[in-house]
């Protein structure tokens, strides 16, 4: 079931991951599609303000041109039979070779006027102005005179757009639009990595062969990365928040999954630990209801009842004891540690105790707890050991910082792949036959606990020849 669980996780994640792929993939592509188009329409912008603001200077030069009499002559008269006002443009210079005067009317004056006045000079030529202009945007110049002509001509036509212009509106227009990218206009060397734009006919002459300009970027991955900034973050943010879901709900099924394994393990050592002496009692019980006993076989009787009944008080109160760890308050006091062990040694005659420790050490530390500590580690050494002489060695050492307390013994030892692990609730370490050996896998994490409460730490090291070293680091 949890493995289930863990690939549906697992195809939940990749799906997540995917589709914010997916997107970011699409809108990389979108990005880029208006990158080009913005860049091809800025381009073409960019020429067409060239054209205007050229067409606005030959304009503004034309303007001073014709109100100059010394180059022009503008005079009108009524028509009496077209019923209209004639304007003429004559040349003062009537040195080359073409029509030097022009005359034609100007729907936009249509009162009679004799004569030319300043007003209606100026009126006719705004109006001259704006049909002249008119044509230039179509890359035409119409003739009137052959000297008007040749100045439009030449500065107009003559006079080409220059590029470094271009190129400062065109910088202009694409920092508008949050471009930065360098670009190069009819780049000498084309390289095969650069982005081109459609070309621009820049002639004004559109009667001619064309002249083309084409901007050339480099890449356009700085422009897309900062307008997809948000969406690329949301998408990071999205997937992170996936990622520590999705290690969350697996460290919660394997928690769940370590306690389910735990708690089998408990019941499992406690029912074994169980079994023996309610059989022994079972039987002992048993044997006095069927059988007539002297006084003395049936207090013998009666002390293995007790010495089983015992057993279960031991095993009950170990528990008890053990799921309280985290509740118990200390109760500090200066203690003298070689009696403590002493102390114990007179109660464990199930292995020898040998005390090493300095009669004069003391630590503030809780008694009781650290009588347990004591109790728990004899217990464990007398159980995984298969010497003859079972024996276990306490000694310590005082340093400015803290004590140290060591508790060696001559056991089996535990292997290195389960050094980390004894420290865990219910572990047992395997063996052949874990049920060989009493216990339930609780007496060492509670040791664990203890010495967090009290402040200190236990670590764990090989024996040598054989067995297991203990050190209980206590502050000062």
């Not at 800025?42 to 603001?53: C, R």
């Not at 039979?81 to 040195?95: L, R």
């Amino acid at each position: 079931m949890k493995k289930n669980i863990i690939i549906l996780l697992c195809i939940t994640l990749l799906t997540i991951v995917g589709l914010q792929l997916h997107f970011n993939i699409s809108s990389y592509r979108t990005e880029e599609e208006i990158f080009k188009r913005k860049v091809n329409e800025g381009l073409k912008l960019s020429v067409n303000k060239s054209f205007e603001q050229k067409r606005a200077a030959v304009i503004s030069e034309l303007k001073a041109y014709l109100n100059d009499e010394s180059k022009v002559k503008i005079s009108c008269q009524w028509s009496p039979k077209n019923e209209m006002t004639i304007f003429t443009i004559a040349d003062v210079d009537t040195s080359k070779h073409g029509l030097h005067k022009a005359s034609f009317s100007k729907e936009n004056i249509p009162e009679k006027i004799d004569s030319i006045t300043p007003e209606v000079k100026k009126r006719f030529i705004d109006i001259f102005l704006r049909d002249v202009e008119n044509e230039l945007k179509k890359g035409a110049i119409w003739y009137y005179t052959i000297n008007i002509g040749d100045f439009l001509h030449q500065r107009y036509f003559k006079t080409p757009i220059e590029l470094t212009e271009i190129r400062k509106i065109y910088r202009a227009y694409l920092n508008e639009n949050f471009i930065y990218d360098e670009f190069e206009l009819n780049p000498n060397v084309k390289a095969p990595h650069l982005i081109p734009t459609q070309k621009i006919n820049m002639n004004l002459y559109r009667v001619v062969e064309p002249l083309y300009v084409q901007a050339f970027f480099k890449s356009p991955y700085t422009y897309i990365i900062r307008k997809q900034a948000g969406a690329l973050i949301g998408s990071l943010l999205l997937v992170l928040i996936a990622l520590f879901s999705f290690g969350y709900m697996l460290k919660v099924l394997l928690s769940q999954q370590k306690l389910n394994e735990q708690k089998d393990q408990l019941v499992t050592n406690i029912t074994h630990e169980l079994k023996t002496p309610l059989a022994t009692i079972q039987i002992t019980a048993e044997a006095i209801k069927a059988f007539d006993l002297t006084p003395e076989e049936r207090q013998n009787y009666l002390d293995i009842i007790l010495k089983n009944t015992e057993s279960l008080d031991r095993l009950t109160t170990g528990i008890l004891t053990e799921a309280r760890a985290g509740q118990v308050k200390p109760q500090m006091q200066p203690v003298a540690v070689s009696a403590l062990v002493d102390a114990i040694r007179i109660n464990m005659d199930q292995i020898e105790i040998v005390n090493e420790i300095n009669t004069g050490l003391s630590l503030t530390t809780d008694p009781g707890l650290l009588t347990k500590i004591f109790q728990n580690l004899i217990d464990n050494s007398a159980r995984y050991n298969s010497s003859e002489l079972k024996r276990v060695v306490i000694s310590a050492i005082e340093s400015r910082r803290n004590v140290q307390i060591t508790v060696s013994d001559n056991g089996i030892g535990i292997p290195d792949a389960d050094k980390g692990k004894v420290f865990e609730r219910f572990y047992r370490v395997p063996t052949k036959d874990i049920h060989d050996i009493r216990g339930y896998g609780i007496g060492l994490s509670y040791v664990k606990q203890v010495m967090k409460i009290l402040n200190g730490r236990i670590e764990l090291k090989d024996n040598f020849p054989q067995g297991s070293v203990f050190t209980l680091t206590f502050p000062k």
